[in-house]
């Protein structure tokens, strides 16, 4: 029969042996890709052992990897702790996979689209740049040469009205 310690960690659904604990996962619950993610970030804990009790279960077992190094039941809640976090990662993944998707289509068109250097520089040189129509190019003084003149075309020197 049962002690009351063990029908509880029953009911929690694990069962603890000496130096293991082993429980059952349904994988309409936690996807095969999560167990695998929970287990990886055990392996430096305990040993990992997966199994295959029925076609739509996944049976593992941590063992300490020293006798009575490391406390069981917290161990084995937090291999469900993370369980949980591995298949809300992996729903997020595969909910956001088609914006991601997008995106990275997105920037790498814009990447092949982009101009090379060559083709900048040779656009450069099609263009006429000679060509001033706002007379850019035309320095100040012979724009405004008719202003600095006085009414008989010599130039006047303004220090010469002041004195």
């Given amino acids: 029969m049962a002690t009351e310690g063990e029908a509880q960690q029953s009911r929690l659904g694990f069962t603890l042996g000496a130096d293991q604990v082993s429980f059952d996962l349904e994988e309409s619950v936690y996807p095969l890709e999560a167990v695998y993610g929970a287990a990886y970030l055990f392996l430096d804990r305990c040993f990992v052992y997966l199994t295959r009790p029925s076609a739509d279960s996944v049976g593992v077992r941590l063992t300490a990897q020293e006798a009575g190094s490391e406390d069981l039941e917290k161990l084995a809640g ?26 990275t289509a997105a920037a790498l068109r814009a990447a092949t689209s982009a101009p090379s250097v060559d083709e900048l520089l040779a656009e450069l040189e099609s263009e006429e740049l000679l060509e001033d129509p706002l007379e850019i190019m035309v320095p100040w003084e012979e724009k405004h040469a008719s202003d600095q ?15």
């Fill in 78 to 103: 937090e291999f469900a702790n993370e369980l949980l976090s591995q298949t809300l990662r992996l729903k997020l993944a595969q909910s956001t996979a088609r914006i991601r998707e997008y995106y």
């Fill in 149 to 163: 003149t006085d009414g008989e075309g010599t130039e006047s020197d303004p220090k010469a009205k002041d004195g």
